[in-house]
T-cell receptor, first 115, second 112 residues
């Protein structure tokens, strides 16, 4: 079975400084990986996805993630944090099924942005 | 295009009551699923469906029933609510062969 581990439950950065949210995955084959964001009391929004194309994936709002097979990592980064980035972020791997699309979620990382 | 619509947004139940969480999508997606979200645990799959008439259990199915009579609708039933079912519930749908899931806005359920 596929799994993901988000290495930090909370990350705090100052506005304008870089953001790094770490994610390691476990997969027996080439995975499909995603980052979703959830703002307080809101639903989930897809930030970006990796599906075996380019290893550096660009997403919305200036976020990007790099797929590193040798390290089994898919860390999320942003060069400069904005107050509006404060939210919970989920690293997600697609688990193989004959049909459908089962997603396995990490426990989440809460990002705090200080002014 | 409304996407995935969940109702209600909030609900308070007493222990032992039953209720149905509604989920509808207008994207003609075959695959639909229900997740629950609990603090520090991410989202966990409750039940899923790969098409009308076909459902199966996820990793935390106990206490929940589902049915899929149409492509559009995938209701989640709590037969006898328990405090352990206090959670936020998300419905999601995906197109055939698609990798991305589209989520509803969630239902916040409290069982007292």
């Amino acid at each position: 079975a596929q799994s993901v581990t988000q290495l930090d439950s909370h990350v705090s950065v100052s506005e304008g400084t870089p953001v790094l949210l770490r994610c390691n995955y476990s997969s027996s084959y080439s995975p499909s990986l995603f980052w979703y964001v959830q703002h307080p009391n809101k639903g989930l929004q897809l930030l970006l996805k990796y599906t075996s194309a380019a290893t550096l994936v660009k997403g919305i709002n200036g976020f990007e993630a790099e797929f590193k097979k040798s390290e089994t990592s898919f860390h999320l980064t942003k060069p400069s944090a904005h107050m509006s980035d404060a939210a919970e972020y989920f690293c997600v791997v697609r688990d193989w099924m004959e049909y459908g699309n089962k997603l396995v979620f990490g426990a989440g990382t809460i990002l705090r942005v200080k002014s | 295009n409304a996407g995935v619509t969940q109702t209600p947004k909030f609900q308070v139940l007493k222990t032992g009551q039953s209720m149905t969480l509604q989920c509808a999508q207008d994207m003609n997606h075959e695959y639909m699923s229900w997740y629950r979200q609990d603090p520090g645990m991410g989202l966990r799959l409750i039940h899923y469906s790969v098409g009308a008439g076909i459902t199966d259990q996820g990793e935390v199915p106990n206490g929940y029933n589902v049915s899929r009579s149409t492509t559009e609708d995938f209701p989640l039933r709590l037969l006898s609510a328990a405090p352990s079912q206090t959670s936020v519930y998300f419905c999601a749908s995906s197109p055939p062969g698609g990798t991305e899931a589209f989520f509803g806005q969630g239902t916040r359920l409290t069982v007292v």
